[in-house]
C-alpha cells in the first residue's frame, strides 16, 4: 500500500508560480513511478507530468517548458513546480504512483485556482 498526501495549492495570478508537494509512504518510494494529474472541471482527468524510478521525464504538451517534476527519495517526496501559470491550469491536481507491480494509488487532491 501507498499513501499520498499532496499540499501547495492554492491561488495565484496569471503567469505567477507555484509548487506542489507529494509525501508518500508505505512502500519503497525509489522504486515507484510518480506522477501528477489534473482534472478541470467538466474535463477528463489528464496526465501533466510523470517521473520514472530512474529520473525520466515527461510533459503533457500543455506544460512543457513551464511546468517541472522531480523527485528527492530520501524525503519520499515528488514535487511539481510550476510557472507562467495560465487560467487554463485551473484544476485539481493529483499525485499519483505506480509501484513496481503496476498497482496505482491516489492522494487527495489539492486546487490550483490561477485567475486572469
Known amino acids: 500500500q501507498v499513501q499520498l498526501v499532496g499540499s501547495g495549492g492554492g491561488l495565484v495570478q496569471a503567469g505567477g508560480s507555484l509548487r506542489l508537494s507529494c509525501a508518500a509512504s508505505?512502500?519503497?518510494?525509489?522504486?515507484?513511478?510518480m506522477a501528477w494529474h489534473r482534472q478541470a472541471p467538466g474535463k477528463q482527468r489528464e496526465l501533466v507530468a510523470r517521473i520514472s524510478s530512474g529520473g525520466s521525464t515527461n510533459y503533457a504538451d500543455s506544460v512543457k517548458g513551464r511546468f517541472t517534476i522531480s523527485r528527492d527519495n530520501n524525503k519520499n517526496t515528488v514535487y511539481l513546480q510550476m510557472n507562467s501559470l495560465k487560467p487554463e491550469d485551473t484544476a485539481v491536481y493529483y499525485c499519483?504512483?505506480?509501484?513496481?507491480?503496476?498497482?496505482?494509488?491516489w492522494g487527495q487532491g489539492t486546487q490550483v485556482t490561477v485567475s486572469s
Open positions: 499519483a504512483a505506480r509501484d513496481i507491480w503496476l498497482r496505482d494509488y
Open positions: 508505505g512502500s519503497i518510494f525509489s522504486t515507484n513511478t
